[in-house]
């Protein structure tokens, strides 16, 4: 069944200039929060889902998606939704969006389909711009640190990706502050600075800021993006009376039920009540907090329906 329709997006996408920070010390605007397709974009899910989540995404302007070669499931598939939505509605905006993509898990097998080594990174990011049906990507990733690989070898792969224009930027995601600082040097002495460090910042997980990473970042003019900045639904309501049919957590991929304990379901009451005091809702709440790190570029979110997305946006539309 062909689901083309002709999609015009909202003519005031873009009248929220407030909406987008500057990444690092680079020319890159990003919107402060993103739209990522780890879940609910795989073969899995329903594509017209996954499209409506997308326009409202663009509608409010939403200008990044973040993929990686292994978001599905199966592994692959969330680039060929993003390689179906370019088809379908994004080709006439392609110069209007920002997308990245990432290698550093397992993806395919035998000793070529993992970690760090130029082989992977250079056969991944071919794969996945075949998959998006894009000729680059805006940016594209370390997904993480492999360490046997020297960092030089994964570091010269993503100067070379540049500068053979499969993609326009680089980024570097979960690794350790030690080897960032290797790479951060090491990117910039090869004129291919790096734009964005990816790493897992929320109420719950505040390891960037701990270990110093953010503060690394903020300090040498690369951007910051938090992932899982709701820790995958868990600083939300969705599970203050259970686990919903539909949730995450009980599809039972990445969320497990054994995160959902006392404290954290007090921790997740109490901003419940201290959002609610303010109108706010704890979606909007936990995402605030984020935001408010000083280095921070852009939270990215996940979504299973228009309806949280919505509900997340208000962190950037409500003063
Ligand atoms: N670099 C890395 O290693 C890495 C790792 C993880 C993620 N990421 C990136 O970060 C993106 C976001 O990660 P994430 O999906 O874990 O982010 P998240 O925003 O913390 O969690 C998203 C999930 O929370 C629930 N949710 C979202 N908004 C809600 C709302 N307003 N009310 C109630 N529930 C809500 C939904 O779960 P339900 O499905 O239950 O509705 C949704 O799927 C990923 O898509 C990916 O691009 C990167």
Not at 243 to 248: K, M, T
């Amino acid at each position: 069944m062909d689901l083309k329709e002709n999609y015009l997006p909202n003519e005031h996408r873009y009248d929220d200039a407030a909406l987008y920070a500057r990444c690092g010390r680079s020319g890159v605007l990003l919107p402060r929060i993103s739209l990522g397709f780890w879940h609910n974009f795989g073969a899995v899910d329903p594509y017209q889902r996954s499209r409506d989540i997308t326009h409202y995404a663009f509608d409010n302007g939403i200008t990044h998606f973040d993929l990686a070669n292994n978001y599905g499931p199966p592994y692959g598939t969330a680039e060929e939704t993003m390689g179906r939505l370019m088809h379908d509605d994004f080709r006439p905006y392609r110069d209007e969006l920002f997308i990245s993509t990432k290698a550093g898990y397992d993806m395919w097998p035998g000793p070529y389909g993992n970690w760090g080594s130029r082989k992977y990174l250079m056969a991944s990011l071919d794969q996945s711009l075949r998959r998006m049906n894009l000729e680059y990507v805006d940016l594209f990733y370390s997904h993480r640190l492999d360490p046997l690989t020297p960092l030089e070898e994964t570091l010269q792969t993503l100067v070379d990706v540049v500068r053979q224009g499969k993609a326009l930027y680089v980024g570097i995601s979960n690794w350790p502050l030690e080897q960032l600082m290797v790479g951060e040097q090491y990117l910039r002495e090869h004129d291919v600075p790096l734009l964005i460090y990816q790493g897992r910042l929320n109420m719950i997980d505040r390891k960037p800021v701990e270990t110093g990473i953010l503060d690394f970042c903020r300090k040498m003019g690369v951007g910051f993006i938090a992932f899982s900045p709701l820790a995958q639904g868990l600083l939300t309501d969705r599970y203050l009376n259970g686990i919903p049919a539909d949730s995450r957590m009980a599809r039972g991929r990445t969320l497990t039920d054994d995160r959902l304990t006392p404290q954290v379901l007090d921790l997740v009451s109490a901003l419940r009540d201290n959002a609610r005091a303010s109108g706010r809702s704890t979606a909007e709440q936990a995402l605030r907090w984020v935001l408010e790190h000083d280095g921070v570029t852009s939270v990215l979110v996940g979504a299973s329906s228009v309806a949280q997305l919505a509900d997340n946006m208000k962190c950037v539309q409500n003063p």
